[in-house]
């Protein structure tokens, strides 16, 4: 049987462009609308000039990333439903679970490259790991998903059905393991812990130059955050990380935003 092993962790340190920033910057916020200035102001912490950010706002409205709104933007589009996601990975809405798996399958003859593509991003954006191909899977405990267009390319290409481990193969705790590097995804969030509590001191001082280094670490919390399969406790490993990453991540936004919110009146000047 091939299995695939889904950690989903990803590297801190990419270069930060405009778009990232603007995206960033709207994604920890809610409703995720800004007035245009707060976001050129924003680029400046990482040193990109107001006319970039500007250019950057213009190309992803055309893109449909964004609508203007007043004298702000707005996130449209999949940026708009992944900070659906993103805000369900911070505040999970789950159900005790009754020992049931949430299977699809793929049908249907030959499939493009960009339709198989299309659907692996899809079953990762609704937390679903691949047993083997084109059979799709994760525990049943997920009250509701915000992700409407990755449901509809799942039920363009694939029957869904219920599923249970039968007595004699591995149990559900070895499945979930076969299917999630959840050490990895452990070891990751212990680190993000740590980097979160040697910057939140800095931010609730009122430490400016704490922002731009801590704009990355939020960022990157956030996406390790929207890589937690969400399993029920019964299939856990032993001291997860999850909540207690949630909590430290509540604390460090609570005194950024508060920081960059007061940055931001400071630095306000014309246009």
């Known amino acids: 049987m091939t299995q695939s092993r889904n950690s989903q962790v990803v590297p801190v340190g990419r270069p930060l462009t405009a778009r990232s920033v603007v995206a960033s910057?709207?994604?920890?916020?809610?409703?995720?609308?800004?007035?245009?200035?707060?976001?050129?102001?924003?680029?400046?912490?990482?040193?990109?000039?107001?006319?970039?950010?500007?250019?950057?706002?213009?190309?992803?409205?055309?893109?449909?990333?964004?609508?203007?709104?007043?004298?702000?933007?707005?996130?449209?589009?999949?940026?708009?439903?992944?900070?659906?996601?993103?805000?369900?990975?911070?505040?999970?809405?789950?159900?005790?679970?009754?020992?049931?798996?949430?299977?699809?399958?793929?049908?249907?003859?030959?499939?493009?490259?960009?339709?198989?593509?299309?659907?692996?991003?899809?079953?990762?954006?609704?937390?679903?790991?691949?047993?083997?191909?084109?059979?799709?899977?994760?525990?049943?405990?997920?009250?509701?998903?915000?992700?409407?267009?990755?449901?509809?390319?799942?039920?363009?290409?694939?029957?869904?059905?219920?599923?249970?481990?039968?007595?004699?193969?591995?149990?559900?705790a070895e499945v979930a393991a076969r299917l999630w590097d959840l050490a990895a995804w452990d070891a990751r969030a212990g680190e993000l812990r740590a980097e979160l509590d040697a910057i939140v001191g800095s931010l609730e001082a009122g430490d400016t130059t704490a922002l731009a280094p801590g704009f990355v670490l939020s960022a990157a919390v956030l996406r390790h955050l929207l890589a937690d399969p969400l399993l029920p406790a019964e299939l856990l490993p032993p001291g997860w990380c999850g909540d207690a990453l949630r909590r430290d991540y509540d604390r460090y936004d609570a005194a950024f935003k508060a920081l960059w919110r007061d940055w931001f009146r400071r630095a306000r000047g014309p246009e």
Request: aromatic share 4%; proline share 5%.
């Open 25 to 172: 910057t709207l994604l920890g916020v809610d409703p995720p609308r800004l007035p245009t200035r707060l976001l050129v102001r924003s680029g400046e912490l990482f040193g990109i000039s107001q006319g970039t950010t500007r250019v950057a706002l213009s190309r992803m409205v055309a893109a449909g990333e964004l609508v203007a709104v007043g004298d702000g933007h707005e996130l449209a589009g999949r940026l708009r439903e992944r900070q659906a996601r993103q805000q369900a990975s911070r505040a999970p809405d789950t159900r005790p679970w009754a020992g049931a798996w949430a299977m699809a399958v793929v049908v249907g003859g030959r499939r493009s490259s960009d339709a198989r593509a299309e659907l692996r991003k899809a079953m990762v954006d609704l937390r679903m790991a691949e047993l083997r191909e084109g059979v799709w899977l994760r525990p049943d405990n997920l009250v509701g998903q915000p992700s409407p267009a990755a449901d509809a390319i799942v039920d363009a290409q694939c029957r869904r059905f219920v599923a249970t481990v039968e007595d004699g193969d591995a149990s559900d």
